[in-house]
């Protein structure tokens, strides 16, 4: 009888830092780790919590102390090879540029490590980064090897310079996308807010894959009655796993991954959501979640990741 023994795959995440809450790292590490990566964690910022409560305290690392960490410490006296790197919030245009310029030249150096990038600019039409780092996105996904971009609406408006708020819209900007950033082979907006299904109590999550052909195509996902912080960083994060992580099999098409994220992410939406208003009654507006239960989702995230949305709707471009 003979085993087949995967080898763990091993991925450095760099984002941002909260010692309370789940967003950033706090929201990619556990998920990731409980899905069998090996995770070694940069932190860009370390904060109490994340902004969306009343009040939070805390500091921003250097630039020098980031570049340092990486060159000399884990590429250069270690000489680890991730698998993946997994870059979020950057706390400056410096550290920005300074640290995507080393994670291109290892994506350059060593066609195996994918580049996983999520363009935190901002959300709901605000900025959360200075705006000279508009430019900065702009520049690196031209001109770099990225595997995958995760952009939420705000995000993808602001990388190509239109807003987004009907189907044909989408299109457009997907088109646009790709004609600005050919190296980004896969991109997914991890929210959009359309027209067409504004009476339907959805939000839509398109994604596409320059490799497999011209294709857009979209899940429609049932609105919770909640606005929860951190989901984005978790579907990043799940969306990694499920296209990089084998689990025993060969890559899946960027469509059927997105489907089993967000299965595994409407999950814990879900329950982090039921957790919440436990014996509080329902609820005619939609309340704020601020920490997302992912220990209590532990039970979600072991699961094979087979469940998916179904078959999602497709667009031309």
Same mark, same amino acid.
């Given at each position: 009888m003979?085993?087949t ?5 091993k991925v ?15 929201a ?5 780790q409980?899905?069998?990566? #090996?995770?070694?964690?940069?932190n ?5 919590n994340?902004?969306g ?9 250097s630039t020098?102390?980031?570049v ?13 090879k991730?698998?993946?790197?997994l ?8 550290a ?5 310029g080393?994670v291109?030249q290892?994506? #350059?150096?060593?066609?195996?490590v ?6 935190v600019?901002g #959300?709901?039409?605000?900025?959360y980064v ?10 690196i ?17 602001l ?10 819209d ?14 980004v ?5 991890t929210s ?12 839509v999550v398109?994604g596409?894959d320059?490799s497999?052909?011209d ?7 049932p609105?919770?009655?909640a606005t929860?912080?951190?989901s984005?960083?978790l ?5 990694t796993?499920?296209l990089?992580?084998?689990h ?10 997105l ?15 039921d957790?919440?208003?436990?014996n509080q ?13 992912l ?13 998916s ?5 497709t667009?031309?471009?």
């Open positions: 003979t085993s023994l995967h080898r763990t795959k450095l995440s760099i984002q941002s830092h909260v010692i309370h809450g789940y967003v950033g790292n706090k990619a590490t556990f998920p990731l409980y899905r069998g990566w #090996d995770v070694d964690v940069l860009t910022v370390q904060f109490s994340h902004p409560y009343a009040h939070f305290t805390g500091f921003k690392c020098e102390e980031l340092e960490i990486v060159e000399k410490g884990l590429i250069g006296a270690l000489g680890i991730y698998d993946a790197v870059t979020g919030y950057f706390p400056n245009v410096q920005l540029q300074k640290m995507a080393i291109g290892m994506c #350059d150096e060593d066609e195996n994918q580049w996983v990038l999520d363009p600019l #959300d709901n039409g605000r900025l200075d705006e000279k780092c508009v430019a900065v996105y702009r520049d996904l031209q001109s770099s090897k990225i595997f995958l971009a995760t952009p939420n609406q705000f995000e993808m408006e990388l190509v310079g239109m807003p987004v708020r009907t189907l044909e989408t299109k457009r900007a997907f088109e646009l996308f790709h004609e600005r950033y050919p190296r082979t896969r991109v997914v907006v959009l807010e359309l027209s067409e299904f504004s009476n339907d109590n959805v939000y398109a596409f320059s497999l052909g294709e857009v195509f979209f899940y429609k996902i609105k919770i009655n929860f912080s951190g984005g960083d579907i990043t994060a799940m969306l796993d499920s990089l992580n084998d025993g099999r060969t890559q899946q098409p960027l469509s059927t991954s489907g089993q994220a967000l299965w595994l992410v409407t999950s814990i939406l879900q329950k982090t959501y957790l919440n208003v436990a009654g329902p609820h005619d507006s939609a309340i704020s979640i601020k920490d997302l239960k220990i209590q989702s532990r039970d979600i995230l072991k699961q094979d990741p087979v469940p949305m179904g078959k999602p709707d667009i031309n471009i």
